[in-house]
């Protein structure tokens, strides 16, 4: 049962244009979520990171954006550089379940910005 | 330089055989976890920790076990290994509740 999903995997942009990737939870129980980035043949890197209190968060050229409703985020980069070519994790825990140690993670989407 | 150090990198090993893959984190981090990542199934929690002697399981513990005996440390045990633990495995730390991990490098397990 996949709580956290990433249903495109993979997207292409070009360089200077905006990437949005897509997130979607089912567990209405998660209430922080964080996105990572991982290069191949490194581990994941720690991107941006949303509580369930607010809707938005910005970082430099980095924007999550949360909707609880629909269980929907989604990570915005603006402008796209060929640098950003990487797979990007979605991933969200519970201060109910583990205490935000417990952290599920989506299943990637391969971000290829052409230059 | 602030890391989290996994050994080793790769790792080729027979069924049954057990194994040790360690992971030390320079950063006084209390959480550390484990995860796996298999093609078509992103990362995979396998246990974590929230201190020294404190750990839980993630959401695919079987077949494993991890103890914390020092804050730095958090090493993976396979103590009888099959095939369908061949994967990537990465070790990760954090400081506290609601900071994001930091992983390390990654190591390749073949089990045959």
């Known amino acids: 049962d996949q709580q956290v999903k990433q249903n495109s995997p993979s997207l292409s942009v070009q360089e200077g244009r905006i990437s949005i990737l897509n997130c979607d939870y089912t567990?209405?129980?998660?209430?922080?979520f964080l996105w990572y980035k991982k290069y191949p043949a490194e581990g994941p890197t720690f991107l941006i990171s949303?509580?369930?209190?607010?809707d938005k968060n910005e970082d430099g050229r980095f924007t999550v954006f949360l909707n609880k409703s629909a269980k929907h985020l989604s990570l915005h980069i603006v402008p796209s550089q060929p640098g950003d070519s990487a797979v990007y994790f979605c991933?969200?825990?519970?201060?109910?379940?583990?205490?935000?140690?417990?952290?599920?993670f989506g299943t990637g989407t391969k971000l290829q910005v052409i230059p | 330089e602030a890391q989290v150090t996994q050994n080793p990198r790769y790792l080729i090993t027979v069924t049954g055989k057990k194994l040790t893959v360690t992971c030390s984190q320079n950063?006084?981090?209390?959480?550390m976890s484990w995860y796996r990542q298999d093609p078509g199934l992103g990362l995979r929690q396998i246990y974590y920790?929230?201190?020294?002697?404190?750990?839980d399981k993630g959401d695919v513990p079987e077949g494993y076990k991890v103890s914390r005996k020092e804050k730095r440390n958090f090493p993976l045990i396979l103590e009888s290994p099959s095939p369908n633990q061949t994967s990537l495995y990465f070790c990760?730390?954090?400081?506290?509740?609601?900071?994001?991990?930091?992983f390390g490098s990654g190591t390749r397990l073949t089990v045959v």
């Open positions: 990760a730390s954090s400081p506290g509740q609601v900071y994001g991990y930091t």
């Open positions: 949303i509580s369930s209190i607010k």
């Open positions: 567990n209405s129980m998660f209430d922080y």
């Open positions: 950063m006084n981090h209390e959480y």
């Open positions: 920790s929230m201190n020294v002697e404190v750990t």
């Open positions: 991933a969200a825990a519970s201060a109910y379940s583990g205490g935000y140690q417990k952290v599920t």
